[in-house]
């Protein structure tokens, strides 16, 4: 089970962190993700790290704002959130998938088998 928490609302250029914790793993290596749903929009792709936590990758729309950390031997995992726009107001979710390719990370929604609850930011302008 995976548990998103740390949302909230903010104003423009403001900072949040996100937290996803995580119970009932089988496995150190799993790849986290993080992903986004606006209001009538589909999932959006945020940020990923691999089962080793040295590699990561973050969608265009936040790379340079957004910070993906930890691993999932390591709990929690973080997304530290900076330069929040408008637009990034969203219900944020936290996915994880089960690999042993430590070194692999997925930008892919539909890669992942288990999801969060997911957590509401909203930027005001």
């Known amino acids: 089970q995976l548990q998103a928490s740390g949302g909230g609302l903010v104003q423009a250029g403001g900072s949040l962190r996100l937290s996803c914790a995580a119970s009932?793993?089988?496995?150190?290596?799993?790849?986290m993700g993080w992903f986004r749903q606006a209001p009538g929009k589909e999932r959006e792709f945020v940020c990923t790290i691999s089962p080793d936590g040295r590699y990561r990758a973050c969608g265009d729309s936040v790379r340079g704002r957004f910070t993906i950390s930890g691993d999932y031997a390591n709990n929690p995992l973080y997304l530290q959130m900076s330069g929040l726009q408008p637009e990034d107001t969203a219900v944020y979710y936290c996915a994880a998938k089960r690999d042993d390719r430590t070194k692999y990370y997925s930008t892919r929604a539909s890669d992942y088998g288990y999801w969060g609850q997911g957590t509401q930011v909203t930027v005001s302008s």
């Open positions: 009932g793993r089988t496995s150190n290596n799993y790849v």
